[in-house]
């Protein structure tokens, strides 16, 4: 395979090492001329390999210990050689492929990577991740755990959203990877979906709209690109696409729904959007999403206007190869998922049958050259602009304590109290209670219990492994429980609903003396199979142990005052609502921001915006910190309202909490200030961007001399 010049790489890294202000020097439209001259050069293998983005077996760029898995994957032995081997645009991490071993490991992998494409094709590398939050986290702790999504969707505060995307894209940026797999925009409106579920941030549109958006602004932020997924939307299915085909049968207002945080999405400038696997029948009967051009170009190109990267999900999923008289291979999916509109086919099962699936459409014209161009264009342009390559923040800020304490402070704030009858009254006394920790051993009741003591409870366990408690479990749980210096039982549950034999321990425990608390560390569907007699519930989105801090701090000790409410609704078999969206037992006060106004007038010395005194409530205004009185704006001006403190307010259901205005007059261009001696101070930059342009434009040159194939 041709590869491209490491000169033109080497000019794209120093332009990416530019500071922020000179890159915004460059004039619009500038990468997109220098590219169009880069693609034009390059062969179809070269064109195809920016398109391919493949995981790789191994902790280094030179690692050989996982060679078998790479040889006979990619018939080489290094993660180095799999990047060189394809001229690849970019690789996947996973902990399975001992990728995401430490963060030291994951930088140097990382940079190993980068080296390896500067050395082959001259194009810094796309290194992404599955980072989402939650039980999708592929870069585990000393990185921050974050609680996921739903549980961010529980606390229904998108500046904790946005700071979850600073959190995981400065984290990420420091372990040179530059694409997340995240934000989750999909609704979960089906209870029984196997795939989303507590990776959703909710039911609602607007609410996850919302969240989304604030994540894609926040991991962006960090130079870090946001994957929202899975394009047109993922969560109304009852089949998992990893291993089955879903089908989606709702009409076109429904499906209108689920495009709403796609929508928001795009409006905050997200960098790619990952297509879903699933047939959505009311836009194509026939083809999944994936490989649909209903889907990809003429609903997300055409109808939304989306401009930036489309990708594929992961192409080794059963989906694509389940479709019903219409088997397809490697190849025949990579055709499909280019036609359709995608410009990114990531983790094929079989590159090499990808790659000549590719080349044999190219030959007959099924796919053209110019197509795969219009792609790779836009793929050369964005790594231009978000400035792929760069180095990041030193990796201190890997797992800091700011950031824990902002994972803890969503885990706390989403902490929701579904059920709190007299008998048990919480929250319950630290100083005083002796309490029970149980459950299933699949929901990890004993990472619940060191929280617990933490927060002064004295606590004792009954643990048994398995999502299924046996009968000799259930009734050594239920004898502990009846010991008299017992004051609550706790019991953490998953997959509730499913589950008998979960059922069966709760049923059995609230037949005792003792109260009882389930801890839903499953979805809150849950609530539906809880026993009329369990006098307390509380759910936590998951069992990971930043879930339990909340559960620990806020609903059990009563530390912190528990603010969370549902993000989905929770109905029984028969259809009747047990718990409405946006349900909890919060215990703190309600309040309604007052109105914000907007003072107009003609120039701009008199416009501003007016934030009125108000109890409970914090005003921002542009995402920084606003307080009562008048303050000067122009141009476009966006308020929003918060609960402060939220420990001890929170506001009320359905207010106001956004106000957004343009004014009518500009603020003028302010004329650049002079030193001492007259120059300007903004030439030195000017110069660097002149000095970088010369150095692309040279290197341009030499990239007309074709190399040798290695």
């Known amino acids: 395979m041709t590869l491209h010049r490491t000169a033109l790489g080497a000019a794209l890294a120093a332009f990416a090492l530019l500071a922020p202000a000179a890159q915004a020097a460059v004039p619009a439209g500038a990468e997109t001329a220098d590219t169009a001259a880069q693609v034009a050069a390059m062969s179809e293998d070269e064109l195809i390999g920016q398109m391919v983005w493949a995981h790789v077996y191994g902790s280094t760029a030179d690692d050989t210990s996982m060679a078998a898995e790479n040889r006979a994957r990619y018939g080489v032995d290094t993660p180095a050689q799999v990047v060189e081997k394809y001229a690849l645009g970019g690789v996947l991490y996973f902990a399975w492929a001992a990728n995401t071993e430490s963060p030291e490991q994951v930088a140097e ?69 530059n694409v997340d797999w995240a934000p989750v925009a999909d609704l979960n409106t089906n209870p029984a979906n196997p795939v989303i579920g507590l990776r959703s941030p909710g039911a609602d549109p607007a609410g996850v709209a919302e969240l989304t958006a604030a994540q894609v602004e926040g991991l962006q932020s960090q130079h870090v690109a946001a994957g929202a997924k899975h394009f047109p939307g993922h969560g109304d299915t009852d089949v998992d696409s990893h291993t089955g085909l879903p089908i989606v049968t709702y009409d076109r207002a429904t499906l209108d729904q689920h495009l709403v945080p796609f929508e928001a999405a795009i409006d905050a400038g997200v960098d790619i959007i990952m297509s879903a696997h699933i047939v959505v029948e009311a836009l194509d009967p026939e083809l999944p999403g994936t490989l649909s051009p209903a889907v990809l170009t003429d609903l997300l190109r055409d109808e939304l206007g989306y401009t930036g990267l489309v990708t594929t999900d992961a192409l080794d999923m059963a989906a694509l190869k389940q479709l019903p008289g219409n088997p397809l291979d490697d190849g025949d999916i990579a055709v499909l998922a280019i036609q359709a509109g995608s410009d990114i086919l990531l983790d094929s099962p079989d590159v090499d049958a990808t790659v000549a699936g590719v080349q044999e459409a190219l030959e007959s014209g099924e796919l053209t050259r110019e197509r795969l161009e219009e792609s790779v264009t836009r793929i050369l342009d964005w790594k231009a602009e978000r400035g792929i390559g760069a180095p990041g923040p030193d990796l201190d800020v890997v797992g800091s304590e700011e950031h824990r304490a902002t994972a803890r402070t969503i885990s706390e704030r989403a902490a929701t109290v579904l059920r709190d009858e007299e008998e048990l009254a919480l929250p319950l006394d630290p100083g005083a209670d002796r309490l029970l920790v149980v459950g299933a051993g699949s929901a990890w009741p004993e990472r619940l219990t060191p929280l617990l003591e933490e927060e002064g409870f004295t606590v004792t366990e009954r643990l048994e492994s398995g999502d299924s408690p046996s009968a000799g479990y259930r009734s050594a749980a239920v004898a502990a429980a009846a010991q008299d210096d017992v004051a609550a039982v706790v019991a953490t549950v998953d997959d509730l609903r499913g589950n008998p034999a979960q059922q069966a321990l709760l049923e059995e425990l609230a037949a005792g003396p003792a109260p009882v608390v389930a801890v839903l560390a499953g979805t809150p569907y849950d609530l539906a199979a809880v026993p009329e007699d369990v006098p307390g519930v509380v759910a936590s989105y998951g069992a990971t142990t930043v879930n339990y801090a909340g559960v620990a701090t806020a609903a059990l000790a009563g530390r912190e005052l528990p603010t969370g409410r549902l993000p989905v609704a929770v109905t029984a078999e028969d259809g009747t609502v047990l718990a409405e969206l946006g349900f ?23 416009d501003v915006v007016e934030i009125p005194p108000a109890t409970g409530v914090a005003y921002l205004l542009d995402g920084e910190p606003a307080g009562p009185g008048s303050h000067h704006a122009s141009g476009s001006v966006v308020v929003t309202a918060e609960p402060d403190p939220p420990s001890s307010y929170h506001l009320a259901d359905g207010a106001t909490t956004r106000w957004e205005h343009t004014f009518d007059a500009t603020a003028p261009a302010a004329a650049p200030e002079e030193d001492d001696d007259g120059a300007t101070p903004w030439l030195p930059v000017a110069g660097a961007v002149a000095l970088v342009v010369a150095v692309v434009t040279g290197a341009l040159a030499l990239r007309r001399r074709r190399r040798p194939a290695n």
Do not use: K, N
Request: hydrophobic content about 40%; aromatic content about 2%; glycine content about 16%.
């Open 584 to 606: 909890g037992l919060r215990r703190t006060e309600e309040v309604t921001p007052v109105e914000v106004t907007f003072t107009d007038l003609p120039g701009t010395e008199d």
């Open 109 to 177: 992998l990382s940079a190993g990577l980068q080296e390896a494409a500067a050395d082959g094709s001259g194009v810094p590398l796309a290194i992404t991740v599955d980072q989402e939050g939650g039980e999708v986290s592929r870069i585990g702790e000393p990185a921050t755990a974050l609680p996921g999504g739903m549980a961010l969707g529980a606390t229904f505060d998108p500046g904790l959203a946005r700071a979850q995307g600073e959190l995981l894209g400065s984290e990420l940026a420091a372990m040179g990877v």
